[in-house]
């Protein structure tokens, strides 16, 4: 364990640093490694010092935070339901918080109301798909995941209609918030406290996991208090999603994709994959924003359509393997 | 270990006098014992309420039909399904009385099913009979580890350490969940078919031993379907039968062929073989 967990940092902090600085260096106006080294010492010329101090720095740092979140929240939310597939937006919790943020953008309310709203509706669709999967029995994960997608496509109803009677001034704003889109995140600090403070509370938990991984009859006969933990899990989940698509909106699949990579490569040891999926996570979403800022500069791309682009495949890879 | 005869005089009915379940009062050092347990089986009527002491050294053998509650009985016996009425005590205390994690270092069980979320390998898998030892942030030590090796060595799977669980054939499977709760070491054992899938030559090695487990201060029970095994590896057996009624007692008094005959609603031949009774099912 101990060393799957210093190669997985060994290779994964530098490359959360070479993400960051990927998203730095390019977007509408690509800058040289020495410029940006300058700008980085506190030199460099005034234009570079503005756009990756004041503009690049703080969305790419919104981007790391958020997708560390979502790759922890699609990690925890695996291991709960003991099922591969297991993601946010699958599991329709994104769905819940659009139409949270819709209502509060088609109500005129701040853009930090919008996030208190979008927090609000990823919040009440954890309640609503895992209480009515929950039943009298435990969450089978075959009835989790199929209330997971009916949610979802609840929620999608729900947010053509308010897209319907939204006036035509708004809709590009929505549109953009509901694909999932970096450029609203002005403050990345909340984020990066949640996304340390979960890391930190999952090393502990990591073992816990291991064992819950296998049942929970299993880990109650190996002396895991299940209920507990599965509460545990369960809300945290839905706290650093909800956290997550405050910050980026609905933006899948980093949860679903981030895990099952690091799984292939460093085993399925959870205090390894936790803290994994967060720096995982973050260098894929820094450089999927990345991708999203320049692929059509100066127009930008919502990050939602790239993730999704990577997701789909990978879920319908993972779906055929699993019989 | 005397010879088990079956007494010619105990033949007959089983609810004749004379075939009884041998009630023990439990004593300072019974490892688990209940009083007037009856197991909750869902939409059944209740069942005979079970007094049984199980000791140190004692390796007790649950027979019984399929649907009888021999599972049920284990996973209530191990604190995790209620019981409809009565007591279980684990070393004299009450077992509601323990945390999980202590009550793990006391009891371990083996089920019938295994279920691996994600695909670990065979060390990982024994690794994790340790978790009862260890605090949040503890790593396995050496030590952990060792007594992981020695119990695939046991169990014949040094070979398969870095296997994928996923790779492994059923017996294999079954032998690597009798590994994980080897590595943790309980006082009571309690097993659910532990051999249902094993070759005849693993089905005797490891019978063998958690016989030999079973000795000074540790006890095992056993799920099993053949009598034949639980005649030559069990001191003590209970029967459960379809009826919801139960003996139990040490096994020389519970050998009598026409309760198995009712145990099992079928026809039995008795022969013998180095001084056991064997029980040969008859065609109709």
């Known amino acids: ?323 | 270990m005397p010879p088990h005869t079956a007494d010619p005089q105990r033949h007959g009915d089983p609810h004749a006098p004379g075939f009884e379940s041998v009630h023990e009062a439990p004593r300072p050092d019974t490892l688990l014992a209940t009083r007037d347990l009856v197991i909750d089986i869902p939409e059944r009527a209740s069942g005979a309420p079970l007094d049984l002491t199980i000791n140190p050294g004692q390796c007790w053998g649950i027979l019984g039909p399929n649907g009888a509650g021999k599972s049920t009985l284990l996973h209530t016996l191990a604190g995790l399904r209620a019981a409809r009425a009565g007591e279980i005590h684990v070393q004299g205390r009450p077992l509601p009385e323990y945390s999980r994690t202590r009550l793990a270092r006391e009891l371990g069980l083996v089920f019938q099913k295994h279920h691996d979320g994600f695909p670990a390998t065979v060390l990982e898998t024994a690794l994790i009979g340790r978790h009862p030892y260890l605090r949040p942030w503890d790593i396995e030590t050496a030590e952990d580890y060792a007594q992981a090796r020695t119990a695939l060595a046991w169990m014949d799977l040094t070979e398969l350490e870095h296997r994928l669980v996923d790779t492994l054939s059923g017996g294999e499977r079954q032998r690597l969940a009798i590994a994980t709760v080897l590595t943790q070491n309980p006082r009571l054992l309690l097993l659910d078919e532990p051999t249902s899938q094993l070759d005849l030559h693993h089905q005797v090695a490891v019978l063998d031993h958690i016989r030999g487990i079973a000795r000074d201060d540790r006890a095992a029970i056993l799920v099993l379907h053949d009598v034949n095994l639980a005649v030559r590896y069990c001191d003590h057996l209970l029967l459960m039968f379809p009826d919801g009624k139960a003996c139990w007692g040490p096994t020389r008094t519970m050998l009598v062929p026409s309760a198995l005959e009712r145990l099992y609603n079928q026809p039995l031949g008795v022969g013998e073989i180095d001084g056991y009774p064997v029980f040969m099912p008859r065609p109709d």
């Open chain 1, 1 to 323: 364990m101990t060393r799957s967990f210093l190669l997985a940092t060994g290779v994964l902090l530098p490359a959360s640093l070479l993400a960051i600085l990927i998203a730095l260096a390019y977007g509408s106006v690509a800058i040289p490694a020495g410029d940006l080294l300058a700008v980085i010492q506190g030199e460099g010329s005034r234009l570079h010092s503005t756009l990756v101090l004041e503009l690049r720095l703080p969305r790419a740092l919104a981007a790391f935070a958020a997708g560390g979140l979502l790759g922890v929240a699609g990690a925890l939310m695996q291991v709960l339901l003991r099922n591969p597939l297991a993601d946010p937006y699958v599991l329709g919790l994104s769905g819940g918080a659009s139409v949270g943020a819709l209502l509060a953008m088609l109500a005129g309310l701040s853009m930090f109301s919008v996030s208190v709203a979008a927090f609000a509706g990823a919040l009440l669709s954890t309640v609503i798909v895992f209480g009515l999967a929950h039943g009298t029995g435990s969450w089978t994960p075959t009835r989790l995941l199929l209330t997971g997608v009916v949610v979802a496509a609840g929620w999608g109803a729900v947010i053509s209609f308010l897209l319907a009677v939204s006036p035509t001034a708004e809709l590009p704003g929505m549109l953009y918030w509901l694909m999932g889109d970096v450029s609203h995140a002005r403050n990345p600090y909340p984020a990066w406290g949640v996304l340390v403070l979960v890391v930190l509370l999952a090393l502990p938990l990591g073992r816990t996991l291991n064992v819950l991984a296998r049942g929970p009859m299993q880990a109650a006969a190996l002396g895991v208090a299940v209920r507990p933990v599965e509460w545990t899990i369960y809300i945290a989940a839905a706290l650093i999603t909800a956290t997550a698509v405050m910050q980026v909106g609905a933006v899948g699949f980093v949860g679903l994709i981030v895990p099952h990579m690091l799984r292939l490569i460093f085993g399925n040891d959870q205090r390894v994959i936790l803290p994994a999926s967060a720096l995982g996570g973050g260098i894929l979403l820094t450089l999927a924003d990345t991708l999203a800022r320049t692929m059509i500069a100066p127009e930008q791309l919502p990050v939602g359509v790239i993730t999704a682009m990577l997701g789909v495949p990978v879920f319908l890879f993972l779906l055929y393997r699993s019989r």
